[in-house]
């Protein structure tokens, strides 16, 4: 039987699958036109912008930092470029060691190199280039460019690096910059003024003037639109924002003279602050001993950080900012001042010494054993009757003194540009309530108010608020805030702007009472009695001066001072306060020589060098050079006394109190000048 096809109904069908097919082509170039509206219409602008994104890249054109110079123009901080080998460990695709050992076969790399980078990399992002070795050679770098292909992840920078060139000079003043730490990104991040600001940035201010003015010394970072390759490889520069370079600082420091002063002291530990009182400019800031700042700027290695560390001189420590000293007979100028101020006494008062003070049965000794006799206010200041110091304090009383001291800037910040400034103690009865909890010894006892007019007892105070309080007075009272920084240029214009254009307040003292101190001061420096009249004979100047010697352990009563009997780190220290010249005040200085024995022969001749080369341009000369010798000799006269009668510090602290007398510092026998 034959059988027919049924062509009407294949047709049908055939028509079916026909227009299925074509309505899903026709749905698939409408998916695919839609789509195509969507990318070129709808989000043209954002897809432009990506592709964009990846044929440009952004790169942040870091700016210079700028330069410290002292008042005379002297480099003390500068940039040099040099190149660098940077690892992104993002980038390395195997064993990081081994591409390390591999590029040691080009380039120099030692075991502290290795330390370093790995130091980097527990503190940093692994998407960051990190350096391998800095400041490499023309040698090195051609090596390692012609075996590049080698390293995918490595590469060779071209870097500024912070150079102070003179080494250890002035390093407590300049600081010093380091690679930014994890606690450092944290703050930046926090700024809203400064994140953006530090992209592409390695370093910043870590101490000294380098942190204190971070923001004027890193200028604002620019940036670069830079074509790059499908491999990320820079074809073009399309366009550039240029970096702005920080700013220059001038400082008030004369390096020749902060020269002078710090070889002056040799390995002796100590500080010196020279002030011009009529601007407040610091001519020399000296803390003894120093360190090098070059050290720290790429990572001071493990062992140059313990020899800086642990040193018993502590070379970190800035003495004429943080540390803080008993002032000697350097207070007895403004005790002076404060008992004519006060009306407690006029220049003719005269007391008779006989070489001790009484106190509800405490004996309170001078240096001089039967006393100087008749003493007037002139004559206690030149040679240095501690009597008569003893029986002004207790007239005047502990608040009385605090008081008057205050305005001077005794026992608080002066403000100076640099971070950790010490305040120091002024003490008064306020004070020793908030200091201590017990009531026993939150009281006041009469016996601790004299020891203060003699400059010992709880007075402590750094050399920078004894600087500024001789400038104060040798300005007669016009008060000038210290800085370290008188001038900031402008990278671009040069223009430059002062940091202190005019005075901070007017002490209001009397005239003729500062007259009358300044010419005591000066009768320190002269023939017959000034207890530092040796040193400044025929100086070529008129100086005014004060010689202080601060005890730095007590010694039991009846017994005498001896320092041969005593290490060398428990003698007393010596002290000198100066301004000169006495007419009109050029320079202005405090000084303490640690455990450097009496302030007219530990102290005076460093000072008197600093004075020689501000004023008269003179630099030490032999004289000069065997005077200093003599400071290193032993001058104390030899009292034999038992090491065993010696009283330490909290042994004289505790009989005193408990006897309501002096504080340590003042117990039975004073200093020698």
């Known amino acids: 039987m034959t059988e027919f096809k049924n062509t009407e109904r294949e047709l049908y069908f055939f028509r079916i699958r026909l227009f299925a097919i074509a309505g899903f082509i026709l749905l698939c170039f409408t998916l695919l036109f839609a789509r195509f509206v969507w990318l070129q219409i709808v989000k043209h602008e954002v897809y432009a912008t990506q592709a964009e994104d990846n044929r440009i890249s952004i790169v942040p054109v870091v700016p210079n930092r700028g330069l ?24 390395i695709n195997q064993d990081l060691d081994v591409v390390i050992d591999q590029l040691a076969e080009l380039v120099d790399i030692q075991p ?118 499908a491999r990320g490889r820079a074809v073009r520069a399309l366009s550039r924002d240029p970096a702005t370079s920080g700013s220059n600082l001038i400082l008030s420091i004369d390096i020749e003279l902060q020269k002078i002063v710090e070889e002056a002291f040799g390995d002796k530990r100590g500080a010196l602050v020279a002030i011009d009182p009529e601007t407040g400019d610091v001519l020399a800031f000296v803390s003894k001993p120093t360190y090098d700042p070059n050290l720290f700027v790429e990572g001071i290695d493990q062992a140059n950080w313990d020899s800086l560390n642990t040193s018993i001189d502590k070379p970190l420590v800035n003495r004429a900012l943080s540390s803080s000293y008993p002032p000697g007979s350097t207070y007895k100028p403004f005790m002076g001042l404060a008992g004519l101020e006060l009306g407690k006494r006029t220049p003719s008062s005269a007391i008779a010494d006989a070489g001790y003070f009484m106190l509800g049965g405490h004996r309170f000794n001078d240096d001089k054993v039967g006393g100087h006799g008749i003493v007037d206010l002139y004559r206690s200041i030149v040679v240095s009757c501690n009597t008569y110091y003893y029986m002004l304090a207790n007239d005047i009383g502990v608040d009385a003194i605090h ?63 004894m600087a500024h309080a001789v400038a104060t007075l040798a300005n007669n009272g016009i008060v000038m805030k210290p800085h370290l920084v008188k001038m900031i240029e402008d990278p671009q214009t040069h223009a430059r702007t002062l940091t202190v254009p005019k005075e901070s307040a007017r002490i209001p003292l009397k005239q003729e009472n500062i007259d009358f101190i300044k010419n005591a001061m000066a009768g320190v420096t002269k023939f017959p009695e000034g207890t530092s009249r040796l040193v400044f004979v025929n100086a070529g100047y008129e100086s005014a001066g004060k010689t202080g010697t601060a005890q730095v352990i007590g010694i039991k009563k009846g017994e005498k001072y001896n320092a ?67 400071m290193d000799k032993d001058t104390t006269p030899v009292e034999h006394v038992d090491p065993s009668q010696m009283q330490s510090e909290a042994e004289a602290k505790a009989e005193a109190e408990s006897e309501g007398g002096p504080q340590p510092g003042a117990v039975t026998s004073a200093p020698k000048e």
């Open 68 to 91: 410290i110079l002292d008042r005379n123009g002297v480099v003390l901080a500068r940039n040099f470029s040099a190149y660098t080998l940077e690892i992104t460990p993002s980038k």
């Open 112 to 229: 502290k190199h290795r330390k370093r980078f790995k130091k980097l990399m527990e503190d940093s992002k692994s998407f960051e280039s990190l350096p391998i070795r800095t400041r490499l050679t023309d040698e090195e770098v051609a090596r390692f460019t012609v075996q590049r292909f080698r390293f995918p992840g490595v590469e060779i920078q071209a870097r500024l690096f912070r150079q102070y060139p003179l080494g250890e000079i002035a390093s407590h003043v300049i600081g010093y910059i380091g690679r930014i730490s994890a606690s450092d990104a944290k703050k930046l991040d926090a700024s809203e003024e400064d994140s953006d600001n530090y992209f592409g940035t390695d370093y910043i201010g870590k101490e000294g003037l380098e942190k204190s003015y971070e923001r004027q010394l890193h200028g604002t970072t620019g940036s670069e639109e830079v074509e790059v390759s």
């Open 403 to 465: 008081d008057f001291m205050a305005p001077f800037g005794f026992g608080e910040k002066t403000g100076i540009d640099l971070e950790h400034e010490s305040s120091g103690i002024l003490p008064s009865t306020a004070w020793k309530r908030a200091r201590y909890k017990k009531p026993a010894q939150q009281k006041w006892f009469a016996g601790e108010t004299i020891s203060l007019g003699n400059g010992q007892g709880y007075n402590s105070f750094t050399i920078l608020q």
């Open 564 to 630: 041969n009997n005593i290490a060398l780190r428990f003698r007393d220290h010596a002290l000198y306060t100066a301004f000169a010249p006495v007419d009109k005040p050029r320079i202005a200085i405090a000084m303490i020589v640690e455990n450097g024995g009496f302030g007219a022969a530990g102290a005076a001749p460093i000072a008197k060098l600093a004075l020689d080369y501000y004023l008269l341009g003179k630099r030490p000369g032999d004289k000069e050079k065997e005077m200093l010798k003599e």
